[in-house]
């Protein structure tokens, strides 16, 4: 079974707009870390956002915000007011307890419209 | 403060050639992790170094090896080349082994093998 999955090849926003770029995970360790990483087109991996399993509030930095539903194994990044910039590919990945690695999902490109 | 560096950016080798990749991690990092990217996929975990020594191992074969000098920078290397190693090879350095501790990513070396 995947462990990370992103359902959403691709998506379209609207400068200003909000949007969302979904993530579900699966892993029987209770104990585990979500991230969100951005990739331009220059292929370097860029941190945006981070979520422990034991956390009691849903992660937030600047314009990102990530909606973590742990019963349903989702961690969602939300950007808000997108900008020209923000035109990437978008990884979740998880890190579980039992290892040091980091797994990813097969990402979201994301293309923000003036 | 440098973050992760890798050379070289591109390399084109032929089948069956031997190739290294090289990566200095960020100023006070100790561990480093290796990631394959095929084109269009998320990144895929090869292994991790820590103290010198292979911590962790992905699903990759032999022909993969590596090392970590004491100065924390390591060396990935893959014999053998075949086609379906050109990928784009990721360094990520982070410290220690904490849940929560971000993977700092170089901007890996693009690799083509003919």
């Known amino acids: 079974a995947q462990k990370i999955t992103q359902t959403q090849p691709g998506m379209f926003v609207q400068e200003k707009e909000a949007v969302t770029l979904d993530c579900t995970y699966d892993?029987?360790?209770?104990?585990?870390?979500l991230f969100w990483y951005k990739q331009p087109s220059s292929g370097e991996m860029i941190f945006l956002i981070y979520?422990?399993?034991?956390?009691?509030q849903n992660a937030t930095e600047g314009r990102y915000s990530l909606n973590f539903q742990k019963a349903r194994k989702s961690a969602n990044l939300v950007i808000s007011a997108s900008q020209l910039g923000d035109s990437a590919m978008y990884f979740c990945?998880?890190?579980?307890?039992?290892?040091?690695?980091?797994?990813f999902g097969g990402g979201t490109r994301l293309m923000v419209k003036p | 403060d440098a973050g992760v560096t890798q050379s070289p950016t591109h390399l084109i080798k032929t089948r069956g050639q031997q190739v290294t990749l090289r990566c200095s991690p960020k100023?006070?990092?100790?561990?480093v992790s290796w990631y394959q990217q095929a084109l269009g996929q998320g990144p895929q975990f090869i292994f991790q170094?820590?103290?010198?020594?292979?911590?962790q191992r992905g699903n990759f074969p032999d022909r993969f090896s590596g090392h970590q000098f004491p100065n924390y920078s390591s060396e990935l290397n893959v014999n053998a080349l075949l086609l379906g190693d050109s990928a784009l090879y990721l360094c990520?350095?982070?410290?220690?082994?904490?849940?929560?501790?971000?993977?700092?990513f170089g901007p890996g070396t693009r690799l083509t093998v003919l």
């Open positions: 990520a350095s982070s410290l220690e082994d904490r849940q929560d501790n971000e993977q700092f």
């Open positions: 892993t029987s360790d209770p104990s585990y870390g």
């Open positions: 979520q422990g399993s034991y956390d009691q």
């Open positions: 990945a998880m890190r579980e307890r039992a290892g040091n690695m980091l797994t």
């Open positions: 100023s006070g990092h100790d561990t």
């Open positions: 170094y820590y103290e010198e020594e292979e911590r």
